[in-house]
Protein backbone atom coordinates (compact mmCIF):
# COMPACT_ATOMS: atom_id res chain seq x y z
CA UNK A 1 0.00 0.00 0.00
CA UNK A 2 1.29 3.44 -0.58
CA UNK A 3 0.11 6.71 -0.35
CA UNK A 4 1.34 9.92 -1.51
CA UNK A 5 0.02 13.56 -1.67
CA UNK A 6 -0.16 15.15 -5.17
CA UNK A 7 -0.08 18.68 -5.47
CA UNK A 8 -2.11 19.05 -9.37
CA UNK A 9 -1.23 23.10 -9.10
CA UNK A 10 2.14 22.80 -8.70
CA UNK A 11 3.85 22.94 -12.11
CA UNK A 12 1.40 25.41 -12.75
CA UNK A 13 2.86 27.37 -10.28
CA UNK A 14 6.75 26.73 -10.62
CA UNK A 15 5.62 27.49 -14.69
CA UNK A 16 5.96 30.73 -13.03
CA UNK A 17 9.44 30.44 -12.13
CA UNK A 18 11.87 31.32 -14.38
CA UNK A 19 14.52 28.97 -12.31
CA UNK A 20 11.62 26.05 -11.83
CA UNK A 21 13.31 23.43 -14.24
CA UNK A 22 16.13 22.72 -12.07
CA UNK A 23 13.75 21.19 -9.69
CA UNK A 24 12.66 18.94 -12.18
CA UNK A 25 13.84 15.13 -11.92
CA UNK A 26 15.19 14.16 -15.49
CA UNK A 27 12.48 13.07 -17.99
CA UNK A 28 12.47 9.14 -17.03
CA UNK A 29 10.17 6.42 -16.49
CA UNK A 30 10.66 5.86 -12.73
CA UNK A 31 9.96 2.50 -12.57
CA UNK A 32 12.96 0.50 -10.73
CA UNK A 33 16.41 1.13 -12.91
CA UNK A 34 18.28 -2.19 -12.70
CA UNK A 35 21.81 -3.29 -14.57
CA UNK A 36 22.37 -5.53 -17.05
CA UNK A 37 21.95 -9.01 -16.41
CA UNK A 38 24.80 -11.61 -14.93
CA UNK A 39 25.57 -15.42 -15.22
CA UNK A 40 24.48 -15.14 -11.66
CA UNK A 41 21.01 -13.77 -12.32
CA UNK A 42 19.44 -17.01 -9.95
CA UNK A 43 21.41 -15.59 -6.82
CA UNK A 44 19.18 -12.04 -7.32
CA UNK A 45 17.21 -11.28 -3.96
CA UNK A 46 14.07 -9.39 -3.80
CA UNK A 47 13.16 -6.39 -1.06
CA UNK A 48 10.12 -4.91 -0.11
CA UNK A 49 10.97 -0.99 0.78
CA UNK A 50 9.08 1.01 2.72
CA UNK A 51 9.95 4.37 3.96
CA UNK A 52 7.43 7.12 6.05
CA UNK A 53 7.62 10.59 6.68
CA UNK A 54 7.92 10.45 10.77
CA UNK A 55 7.19 14.71 10.77
CA UNK A 56 3.85 15.94 11.58
CA UNK A 57 2.44 19.46 10.26
CA UNK A 58 4.14 20.88 7.24
CA UNK A 59 7.30 19.50 6.70
CA UNK A 60 7.44 17.44 3.50
CA UNK A 61 9.69 14.75 1.55
CA UNK A 62 10.62 14.80 -1.91
CA UNK A 63 10.33 11.15 -3.75
CA UNK A 64 12.74 8.88 -1.87
CA UNK A 65 15.57 8.09 -3.79
CA UNK A 66 16.49 4.56 -2.99
CA UNK A 67 19.58 2.32 -4.20
CA UNK A 68 20.61 -1.33 -3.26
CA UNK A 69 24.29 -1.37 -3.92
CA UNK A 70 28.31 -2.53 -2.87
CA UNK A 71 29.96 -1.15 -0.16
CA UNK A 72 32.02 1.00 -2.67
CA UNK A 73 28.61 3.15 -3.42
CA UNK A 74 28.31 5.91 -1.15
CA UNK A 75 25.31 8.25 -1.04
CA UNK A 76 26.91 10.76 2.34
CA UNK A 77 28.92 10.64 4.89
CA UNK A 78 28.60 13.07 8.12
CA UNK A 79 31.90 15.01 8.76
CA UNK A 80 32.89 15.29 5.19
CA UNK A 81 31.17 17.08 2.09
CA UNK A 82 28.33 16.38 0.46
CA UNK A 83 28.56 15.35 -3.44
CA UNK A 84 27.15 17.38 -6.02
CA UNK A 85 23.84 14.88 -6.25
CA UNK A 86 23.05 14.92 -2.48
CA UNK A 87 23.81 19.09 -2.47
CA UNK A 88 21.21 18.96 -5.27
CA UNK A 89 18.37 16.92 -3.75
CA UNK A 90 18.87 19.12 -0.41
CA UNK A 91 18.86 22.68 -2.08
CA UNK A 92 16.28 21.65 -4.82
CA UNK A 93 14.72 18.66 -4.59
CA UNK A 94 16.75 17.54 -7.81
CA UNK A 95 17.07 13.82 -8.51
CA UNK A 96 19.00 14.25 -11.86
CA UNK A 97 22.70 14.26 -10.95
CA UNK A 98 22.61 11.58 -7.95
CA UNK A 99 20.49 9.01 -11.00
CA UNK A 100 23.20 9.78 -12.76
CA UNK A 101 26.01 8.62 -10.64
CA UNK A 102 23.95 5.43 -9.64
CA UNK A 103 22.81 4.77 -13.30
CA UNK A 104 26.86 4.82 -14.01
CA UNK A 105 28.23 2.92 -10.99
CA UNK A 106 28.97 -0.37 -11.22
CA UNK A 107 28.56 -0.82 -7.67
CA UNK A 108 24.62 -0.55 -7.64
CA UNK A 109 22.55 -3.60 -8.81
CA UNK A 110 19.24 -1.25 -8.89
CA UNK A 111 17.61 2.38 -7.69
CA UNK A 112 14.46 3.52 -7.93
CA UNK A 113 12.63 6.66 -7.07
CA UNK A 114 9.98 5.91 -4.51
CA UNK A 115 6.67 7.89 -6.30
CA UNK A 116 5.07 8.29 -9.56
CA UNK A 117 5.46 11.42 -11.59
CA UNK A 118 8.22 14.30 -11.80
CA UNK A 119 9.59 16.71 -9.60
CA UNK A 120 8.46 17.91 -5.99
CA UNK A 121 4.36 18.12 -7.22
CA UNK A 122 4.60 14.10 -6.13
CA UNK A 123 5.77 14.40 -2.20
CA UNK A 124 5.57 11.81 0.67
CA UNK A 125 3.47 13.78 3.06
CA UNK A 126 3.88 13.99 7.20
CA UNK A 127 2.55 10.31 8.74
CA UNK A 128 2.41 9.34 5.05
CA UNK A 129 4.78 6.49 3.33
CA UNK A 130 5.44 4.70 0.01
CA UNK A 131 6.68 0.84 -0.63
CA UNK A 132 8.94 0.02 -3.39
CA UNK A 133 10.85 -3.09 -4.67
CA UNK A 134 14.44 -3.81 -5.50
CA UNK A 135 16.65 -6.34 -6.64
CA UNK A 136 20.32 -6.96 -5.23
CA UNK A 137 23.24 -8.70 -7.48
CA UNK A 138 25.52 -11.08 -5.43
CA UNK A 139 27.31 -8.57 -3.62
CA UNK A 140 24.84 -5.88 -3.10
CA UNK A 141 24.25 -6.11 0.27
CA UNK A 142 23.82 -2.73 1.18
CA UNK A 143 20.41 -0.29 0.79
CA UNK A 144 20.89 3.89 1.17
CA UNK A 145 18.48 6.49 0.26
CA UNK A 146 17.93 10.09 -0.12
CA UNK A 147 15.09 12.63 0.05
CA UNK A 148 14.73 16.74 0.47
CA UNK A 149 13.27 18.42 3.40
CA UNK A 150 11.43 20.28 1.22
CA UNK A 151 10.64 22.95 3.84
CA UNK A 152 14.56 23.59 4.39
CA UNK A 153 17.51 25.68 2.69
CA UNK A 154 19.33 22.59 2.18
CA UNK A 155 17.86 19.98 4.83
CA UNK A 156 17.67 16.23 3.16
CA UNK A 157 17.08 12.53 5.20
CA UNK A 158 18.66 9.84 4.25
CA UNK A 159 20.39 6.23 5.07
CA UNK A 160 23.96 5.65 3.91
CA UNK A 161 24.85 2.06 3.24
CA UNK A 162 22.54 0.12 6.01
CA UNK A 163 22.80 -3.93 5.69
CA UNK A 164 20.24 -5.92 4.19
CA UNK A 165 18.37 -8.72 5.52
CA UNK A 166 20.18 -11.79 4.59
CA UNK A 167 17.19 -14.22 4.99
CA UNK A 168 14.01 -14.65 2.81
CA UNK A 169 11.07 -13.57 5.39
CA UNK A 170 13.65 -11.02 7.46
CA UNK A 171 12.51 -7.61 7.99
CA UNK A 172 14.89 -4.39 9.44
CA UNK A 173 13.20 -1.39 11.14
CA UNK A 174 15.68 1.71 10.46
CA UNK A 175 15.07 5.34 11.69
CA UNK A 176 16.97 8.34 9.89
CA UNK A 177 17.26 11.50 11.37
CA UNK A 178 17.14 15.22 9.58
CA UNK A 179 21.08 16.16 7.79
CA UNK A 180 22.39 19.77 6.71
CA UNK A 181 24.00 19.22 3.57
CA UNK A 182 26.33 22.18 4.78
CA UNK A 183 26.30 23.88 1.07
CA UNK A 184 24.17 26.37 1.55
CA UNK A 185 23.25 29.02 4.75
CA UNK A 186 19.85 28.47 6.78
CA UNK A 187 18.50 31.25 5.74
CA UNK A 188 14.81 30.00 6.09
CA UNK A 189 14.08 33.16 3.75
CA UNK A 190 10.80 31.59 1.26
CA UNK A 191 13.27 33.57 -1.07
CA UNK A 192 15.40 30.92 -1.13
CA UNK A 193 13.52 27.80 -0.72
CA UNK A 194 12.02 25.98 -3.13
CA UNK A 195 8.54 26.98 -4.21
CA UNK A 196 6.59 24.49 -3.32
CA UNK A 197 7.04 24.54 0.09
CA UNK A 198 4.63 28.05 0.21
CA UNK A 199 1.84 25.58 -1.01
CA UNK A 200 2.59 22.39 1.17
CA UNK A 201 3.05 24.37 4.49
CA UNK A 202 -0.11 26.26 4.78
CA UNK A 203 2.60 29.68 5.07
CA UNK A 204 3.56 32.21 2.23
CA UNK A 205 4.92 35.30 1.56
CA UNK A 206 5.39 37.23 -1.42
CA UNK A 207 8.85 35.68 -1.99
CA UNK A 208 8.59 33.49 -5.13
CA UNK A 209 11.04 31.09 -4.02
CA UNK A 210 13.83 29.29 -6.36
CA UNK A 211 14.85 25.77 -7.56
CA UNK A 212 18.21 27.01 -7.94
CA UNK A 213 21.60 26.91 -5.75
CA UNK A 214 22.46 30.83 -5.06
CA UNK A 215 26.20 31.48 -5.22
CA UNK A 216 25.74 34.33 -2.42
CA UNK A 217 24.45 31.48 0.11
CA UNK A 218 27.12 28.98 -0.91
CA UNK A 219 28.25 27.30 3.12
CA UNK A 220 31.26 25.28 2.36
CA UNK A 221 30.44 23.15 5.23
CA UNK A 222 29.87 19.19 6.01
CA UNK A 223 27.42 16.95 5.74
CA UNK A 224 25.87 16.94 9.78
CA UNK A 225 22.54 16.78 12.08
CA UNK A 226 20.34 19.29 11.30
CA UNK A 227 19.58 22.16 14.10
CA UNK A 228 16.28 22.39 13.14
CA UNK A 229 13.85 25.14 12.01
CA UNK A 230 14.59 27.76 14.19
CA UNK A 231 11.89 30.40 12.93
CA UNK A 232 14.76 33.42 12.03
CA UNK A 233 12.62 34.34 9.18
CA UNK A 234 9.41 33.07 7.17
CA UNK A 235 9.57 29.14 8.74
CA UNK A 236 7.51 28.68 11.58
CA UNK A 237 8.89 25.69 13.97
CA UNK A 238 5.64 24.56 14.89
CA UNK A 239 4.51 24.02 11.44
CA UNK A 240 7.69 22.96 9.51
CA UNK A 241 9.83 21.65 12.35
CA UNK A 242 10.22 18.29 13.71
CA UNK A 243 11.73 16.75 17.36
CA UNK A 244 13.59 13.35 16.52
CA UNK A 245 13.71 11.08 13.65
CA UNK A 246 12.06 12.29 10.90
CA UNK A 247 11.57 9.08 8.44
CA UNK A 248 11.70 4.94 9.33
CA UNK A 249 12.02 2.49 6.83
CA UNK A 250 11.22 -0.94 7.03
CA UNK A 251 13.38 -3.48 4.66
CA UNK A 252 12.18 -7.14 4.04
CA UNK A 253 13.54 -9.78 2.05
CA UNK A 254 10.85 -11.10 0.04
CA UNK A 255 13.43 -13.61 -2.55
Known amino acids: MRSLAILTIAFGVLAGCSDSDDMMAPDADFAQVEKPATDQVALARSYEVTLKNLTSGGQYFT ?121 EINTEDFADIVPPCQLLGGVSSDDAGTGASDPALEEGGVVRHHDGVTGRDDLVPAIHGWTGDVAMIKVRRTG
Open 63 to 183: PPLVAVHQGAADFFTAGKAASEGIRQIAENGNLGPMMDFLGMSKHVSSFTVAGSGEGPEVTLAPGEYVTVTLTADPGSNFISFASMLICTNDGFTGLDAAKLPKKIGDEITLYAGAYDAGT
